[in-house]
């Protein structure tokens, strides 16, 4: 079974900048991709970042040229470097792998706990 443990999130004003990062243990095998989702209250959990194991990456519009993803595949380990923060940032920020199954299909793991981003002066 698939743990993710997210960490790094905190109080920082507008400007500022965070980095956010999800470690996955337990049975893993081979992870296809690693991201990140967003969730605020009220809100659907949307798709942040995102880092396939082939190296693509691919951002919501919202964060091109502030946020940058990236991993360290032999800690399967994935980060989220975020500059320029702005309050509509604020959220909780969730992790996102997805498994490469011995069959060949593509399963989510758990979500972890998430970890709060507030943008705030």
């Known amino acids: 079974q698939v743990q993710l443990v997210e960490s790094g999130g905190g109080l920082v004003q507008p400007g500022g900048s965070l980095r956010l990062t999800c470690t996955a243990s337990?049975?893993?095998?081979?992870?296809?991709?690693m991201g990140w989702y967003r969730q605020a209250p009220g809100k659907e959990r949307e798709l942040v970042a995102r880092?396939?194991?082939?190296?693509?990456?691919n951002y919501a519009d919202s964060v091109k040229g502030r946020f940058t993803i990236s991993r360290d595949n032999a800690k399967n380990t994935v980060y989220l470097q975020m500059s320029s923060l702005k309050p509509e940032d604020t959220a909780v920020y969730y992790c996102?792998?997805?498994?490469?199954?011995?069959?060949?299909?593509?399963?989510?793991?758990?979500w972890g706990q998430g970890t709060q981003v507030t943008v705030s002066s």
């Open positions: 996102h792998v997805l498994i490469r199954t011995a069959v060949g299909k593509n399963v989510p793991a758990p």
């Open positions: 337990g049975s893993i095998g081979s992870i296809y991709s």
């Open positions: 880092s396939s194991n082939g190296g693509t990456t």
